[in-house]
């Protein structure tokens, strides 16, 4: 039993955040009864939305060894574009048209720029971070501006039942294990993440695909931005702030390796909706609201050291296979006395 789940563990990244969301539940609901009842896990979901969303496109950027730091600013710039698009014009379709469609091209542009002119994807995001964040307060003075009351449908609304942000994220879900394992855009993906340097030697569309990859993830931002806005009832001048670490951790503790290469979304769900039940945990401790960020962060400094360590084992895994199969001598083979056996393989 024990072998088969490190097996499991081993192939599928994202069984060892599952078993902690589930431990994590479990301890929750000792702490309060109400925890476990189904309205309160929609609300968890609900309330992960966003997050997890947002984590789907931040899987496919970090797959190919890249990051985006500034899917917070796209955030709060499609959210201030929806809000002072339909302010002016009282159309729902300019408005949804231009905030999606200016969220894709500023995704895509991060990516351009990271192909164009070879800067590291965490430099060029920055950067783009600051510029979106003061075009979006630029361009609403910094004001609070609410949304017509229709639009919280999307937010609060439900179909057949479910909350509509827990279809829309069921939906970009499938979209995303769909491309992931069953396109060409999915294996150049990971490819990319392997080695960009071999994806190049093999002719892969590289430049393409990462332009793409972040395309996408502006995509799924203004989605989650117009999610976001109609839950909350309007714009408000701080949104987006701090998300994109959240995001990151999310997709990190899902089992994706920051070098790339390996990683999937259905594990970065898992952990946004992981991050969520730590916020809900200390809500029932009545912690203090200055310590759910201290906890975040501790979270993806954990994250990240783990990602590391794991990292540094398989290649040391790798190395050892190589060196076996070429008969090389190992730390191994020294202690056990094979230090002897090599040059009887090297005369064979």
Known sequence: ?????????????????????????????VVSP??????????????????????????????????????GAILFVTSALFAQLYMDTESYLLAFTA????????????????????????????????????????????????????????????????????????????????????????????????????????NLPVNKVLILVYGFSGLVTGIAALILIARVGGLQSGIGIGI?????AAVILGGTKLTGGSGTVVGSVIGAVFLVLIDNGLNLMNASPYIYDIVRGSVLLAAVAIDRYSAVRQKASLEAQRAERLGLDTPVSRAGGGISDAPEVAAK
Not at 52 to 61: Q, S
Not at 146 to 169: A, C, D, K, S, T
């Open 99 to 202: 905030t999606l469609t200016c969220a894709t091209l500023l995704g895509a542009l991060n990516g351009l720029l990271v192909v164009k002119f070879k800067i590291s994807p965490l430099i060029t995001t920055l950067a783009t971070y600051s510029i979106y964040r003061g075009a979006a307060i630029h361009l609403t003075g910094a004001q609070n501006i609410p949304v017509p009351r229709e639009m919280g449908f999307l937010g609060n609304g439900r179909i057949w039942g479910i909350p509509v942000p827990i279809l829309i994220l069921l939906v970009i879900l499938i979209i995303g294990v769909y491309v992931l394992s069953r396109t060409r855009m999915g294996v150049y993906t990971r490819a990319i993440g392997n080695s960009e340097r071999s994806a190049k030697e093999t």
């Open 244 to 248: 994109e670490f959240t995001v990151i």
């Open 34 to 71: 109400v925890f476990l009842t189904f309205s309160n896990f929609q609300a968890i979901l609900v309330q992960s939305s966003v997050t997890a969303i947002m984590a789907i496109g931040m899987t496919f950027i970090i797959l190919t060894a890249g990051i985006d730091i500034s899917v």
């Open 1 to 29: 039993m024990v072998e088969t789940l490190r097996s499991l563990m081993s192939r599928q990244k994202w069984v060892a955040i599952a078993m902690a969301t589930i431990v994590l539940a479990g301890v929750l609901s």
